[in-house]
């Protein structure tokens, strides 16, 4: 039994590419960046390194929410197959290249964080900018978003 599977989190090196098949499906494909720091033991230089990869996504659903969220710097996490595929150039030259591929039926793809690597703070989910912030103690209207609350009354 083998296993081809690739797992990476990194930046989005540049805004994604969008095509469609000649059937009309869409393909998304972006390059993703993960770098590797290290502190040298003979300077105490701090170095780092970084490897790209070219990753294309086939399932249309994940094609269509790289197409709609993922820009350049977002922080996403990747995975699916390795696969190496060769091809003609315009002049003619043989050419291979290597590519993590998220196929119609398998791999994921996780936004992660914002574009340029930035975190979400915990106080970020669940809000939204054009609505002012209230505490429970001074609202008037009642709390629609949370749950109502548990009956201990229950019959069994």
Do not use: C
């Amino acid at each position: 039994m083998s296993y081809n599977r690739a797992i990476l989190s990194g930046n989005v090196g540049g805004d994604p590419d969008i095509r469609h098949t000649q059937a009309g499906k869409k393909i998304a494909s972006f390059s993703l960046a993960t770098s590797e720091s290290w502190k040298d033991r003979a300077t105490g230089e701090r170095k780092e390194t970084t490897e790209w990869h070219r990753i294309v996504v086939f399932n249309e659903a994940l094609a269509g929410i790289v197409e709609q969220y993922v820009q350049k710097g977002s922080k996403v996490l990747v995975e699916g197959q390795i696969k190496t595929r060769e091809y003609e150039d315009r002049e003619g030259i043989k050419r291979r290249a290597t590519e993590i591929v998220i196929s119609a039926f398998d791999g994921t793809i996780k936004l992660e964080g914002r574009p340029g690597g930035a975190q979400r703070s915990e106080n970020d989910y669940g809000t939204t900018r054009d609505r002012p912030a209230t505490t429970p103690s001074t609202s008037t209207q009642p709390n629609r978003g949370a749950p109502a609350p548990i009956d201990d009354d229950i019959p069994f």
